[in-house]
């Protein structure tokens, strides 16, 4: 079976207010981290930016084939993004990421794979969208009708396919504080994560909103 790997980092990161998947935690980029999180689990990583974004340099470690294309139009939102992606890769399982989650846990991912198509449920069963894996044929299908009429959200695809909602019961023990679905949105949320090692569920302390919230908002991504 063919794995294929898909980086969501076409977004325009208003909210962050800068490049914020070049931001380093420990020393390694947003994208880099989640690249190398692939590693080991897929054949080759497809990344997808914006138009006229020039390829990234990357980090050792990293799949050995990383290829880089570009969406057609800027900041079309993430199901945009996806099907950009999925029109890059072969028939297989496409196991998708997004380039601002920098704590993905390879062995959840691995179990995303093992279900696909399925994507996480969070410690409230609320199906968050990213990370996700997929039938790539049935996926491109559903991906071009939900465009057609005007759809733009991952969370409406996942629904169309009938994914599989992984329970946190099932998937806890591999990520016992949930951190695979932590999200950068914010200057924010990236110093709370050099900060404060409690990001159990992606909430910050203060009863904001979760970090995976915002992966349906079109310009996240």
């Known amino acids: 079976m063919t794995v294929t790997g898909i980086v969501l980092a076409g977004g325009a990161a208003k909210r962050f207010g800068g490049d914020k998947l070049a931001e380093p935690i420990d020393g390694i980029s947003l994208l880099d981290r989640a690249s190398l999180a692939l590693a080991g689990l897929v ?3 497809i990344v997808v930016v914006a138009p006229g974004q020039p390829p990234r340099p990357g980090q050792a470690g990293q799949p050995g ?3 880089y294309v570009h969406d057609p139009e800027p900041f079309g939102g993430p199901l945009a993004g996806l099907r950009t992606g999925l029109g890059a890769a072969p028939d ?5 990421v997004g380039g601002d989650m920098p704590f993905l846990e390879p062995a959840v991912l691995a179990r995303l794979i093992e279900a696909a198509p399925a994507a996480l ?3 409230a069963g609320i199906l968050r ?3 996700c894996a997929l039938d790539r044929a049935s996926a491109l299908i559903a991906a071009d009708e939900l465009l057609a009429a005007g759809e733009r959200r991952l969370r409406t695809l996942l629904v169309r396919l009938d994914a599989t909602a992984l329970a946190w019961t099932t998937w806890q023990a591999d990520d016992p504080d949930a951190r695979t679905l932590v999200d950068i949105d914010e200057r924010a949320d990236l110093d709370r ?3 404060d090692s409690d990001l159990s569920t992606g909430v910050s302390r203060g ?3 979760s970090a995976g919230e915002e992966a349906d908002r079109q310009e996240q991504r």
Do not use: F
């Not at 297989?92 to 998708?96: A, I, M, P």
């Open 65 to 67: 084939v990383i290829r």
């Open 121 to 123: 449920a969070d410690v």
């Open 129 to 131: 969208p990213l990370p």
């Open 43 to 45: 054949d080759d990583v």
């Open 207 to 209: 009863g904001g909103r």
């Open 193 to 195: 994560t050099k900060r």
């Open 92 to 96: 297989g399982t496409v196991l998708v």
